[in-house]
């Protein structure tokens, strides 16, 4: 099986290098495929490293390693498999894990525990290890390679490769961050993972870059939903090389730490936008901007209820300015609503005001809006000062085809 | 629009009539259609109900109506509307719910409280006052209708009637409830809400109805989902007569208690099972069994957890094993669950077992299984004691072509 692009996907940005970082990529063979699918990044001595990762009960052996290493902080190599998420195998996959660590920890002389792994792929197939010992020995000898290589492998079945990278002026000096991200696009018998991972050669204590990551995923992956289904997999590891030379960031008032901080986010916010852009069988990028609530978290939920309603997401498919719809996810969320107090709009249109329809509203823009690929929904509850916005992708017939056409 | 009917109905039984219910059914032309679309029961003086009603926050004035209605425990009448919910209508829904009310309590010399309303259909749209009175008129003089004709002026877009019966012995003797319910077929632009009525001859005092309605709404209505999405107006109501002339069931002790619990639970479920199986482009029924929970309040939420993951519905669809979009729905569920515990089958073949794949399972029997239009899936999370079964619906083509594929 094979997807056509995204009719949504933005082309792979131009990439900066970052010092302290080498990536290079190298065939494991973990599918019957022709393609690169071990990623193996080196990073310089002294990289620090934080993390967020999946709120699954059911993590992955790679999801308990990556937690226990970082509460160390640092970082001296990443390694991402492709096509076998490794989750769900018990202790073989646990071992699987370990000799990935234990073989890199020994190439470049560092603990197994300066070594982060990522799987995505299929659940319940134990990974081999003696295809990730052979890939990891064809990595360390491959040449370096560029961003777009190592974003168009660690990905399933992403439908185009995703980058992002921004800039920040941190103790006088400029320093640069780079990230690419893997998401949610993929095929037989297993779910969309999202891989992301950040490298700045900015100097940066991780107590700090796990609280401005941290931060930054809030207002972003947390954001995101396709189809409501969260991986046993999810992680997203951000690493600060110090080639930069900065003093480093370690507190509110390091000098530049709330531009690198800015920076971040920035990042953060556009790979998870590039993920919902690749959701599967996506045809529109839907951002529903809640406010009115009683409170941030109450209207984080209530956005998050109407961007996983599948009656909201087929309404959107179709065109169709369906505030019903609407008025029913609000209903549903659990959280504080009146009725008579709640206001719908598509795109700068008000449809709906005080409990009722706008009577006789102009429903040519609704209607040249609904037809665009990018579709805003703004939700005004009329109770508070809380206000959060998410985003997804509308649900079409190509979300069937991929989930449900095919055996595993 | 019109829809097929599904593959997963069953005829409408043969019901009994039940004494001090007169079923009548007129058209009031909510939309523009050649049907009957109002109906209205009488029913006998000293008739109790109970009711449960939807948990959404932007309830339809329709089901605040009924709440108020309910505190007095007595009944005299019902009309239910098909083609327009009344839902987020503002004071002109209002308007039109009490003059339902106040013209059918005129017609019968009862109080507008003993008349309950319930409407379905599009939202939005203020009830049209004329429209339902001249209806109302003409049910009045219209003559008896039977159950199927009842339960199909109540449908929106069900494709098939939907109806079940029970008896049981009540203080010596034989009481009879008969029911009918309206799910979740729908087209523009509204959502499918599930109406569903039941009647029974026995004499039951309201506190007790509603005791034995609300345990039974727990283990079915409320164990049911088609796609997660909660209408603004489900309304289960329950009507006894007391035609029977039992003594009235009242409390624990009273004779037949435990009959009439049982043969109302079991129209319930047999109720709920019908709504199912007209899910939006339903082509299996899925029961999902979990046990082992720590609590069945947990049982529940992972079992819809399951059952409302689109990965789980879509990969049912496609007949494939993805027991792995099992472990991810367990996973995010939010609840107790030990990986390495964790069971999983599909009918009675075992496919994982603590933690992991059992190693060469049969394939045979899980595929026939699957290629079946009634799937079972049991979880057992080795935990505890806490059990629940949900019943739901595959995701499928058909539930996209009929949400997104029209404009409203």
Known sequence: MSLSISPLATPFPAMPPVAGV??????????????CDLTFVELAPGTTVAGVTTQSRCPSPEVEWCRQALVLGEARALVVNAGNSNAFTGHRG????????????????????????????????PLP?????????????????????????????????????ATAIVDGRSVTIAAIIK???????????????IFTDAAVEAPFLQAALSAANTRTFSCITVDSDTSTSDTVLAF??????????????????????????????????L??????????????????????????????SIANSPLVKTAIAGEDANWGRIVMAVGKAGEPAERDRLSIRFGATQVARGGLAVEDYDEAPVAAHLKGQEIAIGVDLGLGEGRATVWTCDLTHGYISINADYRS
């Open 240 to 273: 600060a090389t110090g080639a930069a030379g900065n003093v480093p960031l370690s507190g509110d008032d390091s000098d530049g730490a709330d531009a690198f901080r800015a920076a971040l986010a920035d990042v953060c916010r556009q790979l998870a936008l």
């Open 94 to 125: 646990r071992a699987a894990v370990e000799a990935i660590a234990a073989q890199t920890a020994a190439h470049l002389g560092c603990r197994p525990s300066d070594v982060f792994v990522a799987s995505t792929g299929v659940i319940g197939v």
């Open 22 to 35: 080498t990536l290079r990529v190298a065939r494991a063979r973990y599918k019957e495929w022709d393609r």
């Open 129 to 165: 290890i003696d295809k990730a010992q052979a890939g990891l020995t064809a990595a360390y000898a491959a040449p370096a390679a560029d961003w777009r290589a190592a974003a168009e492998t660690i990905g399933t079945t992403d439908t185009y490769a995703k980058g992002a990278t």
């Open 275 to 304: 993920v919902v852009r690749d959701g599967e069988g996506a045809s529109k990028l839907i951002e529903i901007a809640v406010e009115g609530a009683e409170s941030d978290a109450s209207a984080h939920r209530i956005a998050m």
């Open 183 to 197: 998401g949610s696009g993929m095929i037989a018998p297993d779910m969309a993972t999202m891989l992301g991972f």
